[in-house]
């Protein structure tokens, strides 16, 4: 290993232990305070938003989920859960019902300051509930997602009488080479599962105009850890050393870059962070946020 690659290895190591430091001690103040952060979190329905009563349903979402996919051929996987056949949308039909897509919307046009002359693209789109929920306030926005059976809902559900006609289109999000270039992007609830980051980021910034900006919704890495440390009978372990959450049953990986990782990988995609939230309602990103959002600017 050359001496550059190493100084970036022992800086992410310091600080994944100084974040299973910190939320061991934080642990006892979240339980105290639990109402001062919202016990939400959201599905990845490729892009859709939903609420949760707490991170434990969340978790065991994950699990049901990935023992799922595990159970099928490995060239069928996460493209069996979210097909036709998949019970991705049989299992959250209630919560995709109570989502408020209205307050959703509304987020994204502040976040993004989004404008109706631009052109907006939602990745990982699922059935286009966004898309269209954008679409009908006079927004010009296509989607983008994986999944044949969810495209084909989300063209089913298009309303042709609006102005713009959202166009949907199939793709891997790591290959996304979209013909048409957006001024603005989204990725709700990133799910990071078997992602080779840096060459999703590649992908996504080339897909956005010079100037574009792009939001990027996950986890929050300290939240995930203090619920572990709460919750010790799982079978899920966190890796400090590589920051990556472990299904032990099941051998999957999902990994939890911390702000510093995303910001190298998105300068390399010649993208710049301009903002860091740790909510919906844009409060500053804490060790006791939800979520992780980043507000990005596409440079170069």
């Given at each position: 290993m050359t001496p550059s690659k190493q100084k970036p290895d022992l800086v992410y190591k310091f600080m994944a232990l100084i974040a299973v430091v910190?939320?061991?001690?934080?642990?006892?103040?979240?339980?105290?305070?639990?109402?001062?952060?919202?016990?939400?979190?959201?599905?990845n329905s490729g892009g859709d938003?939903?609420?949760y009563d707490s991170f434990d349903r969340y978790v065991r979402f994950v699990y049901?989920?990935?023992?799922?996919?595990?159970?099928?051929?490995?060239?069928?996987?996460?493209?069996?859960?979210?097909?036709?056949?998949?019970?991705?949308l049989r299992e959250h039909a209630q919560f995709l019902h109570e989502a408020n897509l209205e307050k959703d919307a509304s987020f994204l046009v502040k976040a993004l300051g989004l404008k109706k002359r631009q052109f907006t693209l939602d990745i990982a789109c699922g059935q286009g509930r966004h898309v269209h929920a954008l679409a009908r306030r006079g927004y010009?926005?296509?989607?983008?997602?994986?999944?044949?059976?969810?495209?084909?809902?989300?063209?089913?559900?298009?309303?042709?009488?609006?102005?713009?006609r959202s166009m949907?289109?199939?793709?891997?999000?790591?290959?996304?080479?979209?013909?048409?270039?957006?001024?603005?992007?989204?990725?709700?609830?990133?799910?990071?599962?078997?992602?080779?980051?840096?060459k999703t980021l590649m992908a996504i910034s080339r897909n956005l105009e010079v100037g574009g900006r792009f939001l990027l919704d996950t986890?929050?890495?300290?939240?995930?850890?203090?619920?572990?440390?709460?919750?010790?009978k799982t079978d899920f372990v966190f890796n400090?050393?590589?920051?990556?959450?472990?299904?032990?049953?099941?051998?999957?990986?999902?990994?939890?870059?911390?702000?510093?990782?995303?910001?190298?990988?998105?300068?390399?995609?010649g993208l710049r962070i301009e903002r860091v939230m740790g909510d919906y309602q844009f409060h500053p990103y804490t060790a006791l946020s939800p979520?992780?959002?980043?507000?990005?600017?596409?440079?170069?």
């Open positions: 910190a939320c061991i001690a934080l642990a006892p103040k979240c339980q105290k305070q639990g109402s001062t952060h919202p016990r939400q979190t959201r599905i938003l939903v609420p049901n989920r990935r023992k799922e996919i595990s159970m099928q051929p490995k060239s069928k996987g996460t493209k069996y859960y979210y097909g036709k056949r998949g019970t991705y010009s926005v296509d989607g983008v997602d994986f999944s044949d059976h969810l495209l084909a809902l989300a063209k089913k559900s298009t309303d042709k009488t609006l102005k713009h949907f289109y199939r793709s891997d999000v790591s290959k996304l080479a979209l013909k048409k270039r957006y001024n603005r992007a989204y990725w709700f609830f990133s799910d990071l599962a078997n992602i080779n980051i840096p986890d929050n890495v300290f939240r995930l850890i203090r619920y572990l440390h709460k919750n010790k400090a050393q590589r920051l990556e959450l472990v299904d032990v049953r099941h051998g999957l990986v999902i990994p939890y870059p911390v702000v510093p990782m995303w910001r190298e990988w998105l300068n390399q995609a979520r992780l959002i980043l507000i990005i600017k596409k440079t170069a």
